[in-house]
C-alpha cells in the first residue's frame, strides 16, 4: 500500500531535489573536464557569490543543514550572508543556482543562443561551445519550481510557491511560518 504520510511524501521530494542537484553537479563537471582551459572556477573564488534569497523548498534544506552547523559570518557588502572567507560555508546545501554558476546557459528568455555569467569563463573569441556543454536553464529551473510547489502544497499553502525566503533571515535563526507543520528537520541528508 502506498505511503502517502508527510515524512514519506517529503522524502520524495527531497529525493528528486538531490536529483537535480546531482545533474547540475555532473553536467558542471563535464563542462569543466571538457574545457578545463577555458573554465576557471575554482574553490575560494567568490565571484558569483551575490546571491539573496531562495525558495521555501531551498531554505528548508539549508535550515536543516545548519542547524547543527553554527554560522559566523563577517561577509562584506553585497556578498552572499554563507560566504565566509571567500567559501561557501553550506557548499554541500548549496542551492541549484548556485550549482549552475560560472556554466554557458539557454534559456528562452535570451536573444542569444546562450548565457555566461561569469566573465572569465569560455570567453576566448575563438571557442566553439558543443550544444551538449550549454545547460538548458529553463528545464532545471521548471523542475526546481514543481519541486517547490509540491513542497509548499504539502506544508498546506501552495500560493507560498512564488515567495522568496531571505537567505539574511535564515542565517538569523529566523524560520518562515509555513515551516509550523515540520517537527524536525533530520529528514534532510547532507547533499554533495
Ligand atoms: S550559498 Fe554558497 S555558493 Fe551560493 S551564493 Fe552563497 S556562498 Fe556562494
Known sequence: MKD???E???GGILENYRALCSYCDSFFNAALKKYQKHVFCKASCSMCCELESVNYL???II???ITTEK????RTESKCIFLIDDNCSI???????CRTHGLALSSSEFSAPYAISCPLNFQSP???LDSHFILDSDTVTLNLIKLNLAFCLLLGDCEQGSKRVSLEEIAAGKRPEIFRKI???DAVSPLQ
Not at 71 to 74: A, F, P, R, S, V
Not at 91 to 97: A, N, Q
Request: aromatic share 14%; no cysteine.
Open 4 to 6: 502517502n504520510s508527510f
Open 8 to 10: 514519506s511524501i517529503l
Open 58 to 60: 531551498e531554505a528548508f
Open 63 to 65: 535550515i536543516s543543514r
Open 71 to 74: 554560522q559566523k559570518n563577517n
Open 91 to 97: 557548499y554541500s546545501s548549496r542551492p541549484i543556482i
Open 126 to 128: 575563438s571557442l566553439h
Open 183 to 185: 517537527r524536525n528537520y
